[in-house]
């Protein structure tokens, strides 16, 4: 299943900026979306995903206070808002389709089976 980040660019900190990413074809194999993200250096991490049936959320902790995840079904689109933007928030930011997680899994990249390529987010001082 294609999935097609966008939305990155350049911005203050404090600014806000915000990732679409749009699956096509075989869109009814993808049931929930996450986002990664990969900062120079660093291993890749878990930022957000949800499930797009129930529209449930995850987050990590270290976003959850300033970025909102949410979902169009019927465009199979999701977006990540991001507010309050950090220079440690400075990274590529990789969407993700998985056919399936659980409560504990819902953070592992094993559990995405879809990958986009990613959009650069970079966050000035």
């Known amino acids: 299943v294609p999935l097609q980040a966008s939305g990155g660019g350049l911005v203050q900190a404090g600014g806000s900026l915000r990732l679409s990413c749009a699956a096509s074809?075989?869109?009814?194999?993808?049931?929930?979306v996450g986002w990664f993200r990969q900062a120079p250096g660093k291993e890749r991490e878990f930022v957000a995903a949800i499930t797009f049936s129930s529209g449930m959320t995850f987050y990590a902790d270290s976003v959850k206070a300033r970025f909102g995840i949410s979902r169009d079904k019927t465009k199979y689109t999701v977006t990540l808002q991001m507010n309050s933007l950090k220079p440690e928030d400075t990274a590529v930011y990789y969407c993700?389709?998985?056919?399936?997680?659980?409560?504990?899994?819902?953070?592992?990249?094993?559990?995405?089976?879809?990958w986009g390529q990613g959009t650069q987010v970079t966050v000035s001082s």
């Open positions: 074809g075989s869109t009814f194999r993808i049931y929930g």
């Open positions: 993700a389709g998985s056919r399936g997680y659980g409560i504990g899994t819902f953070s592992r990249q094993t559990s995405y089976h879809y």
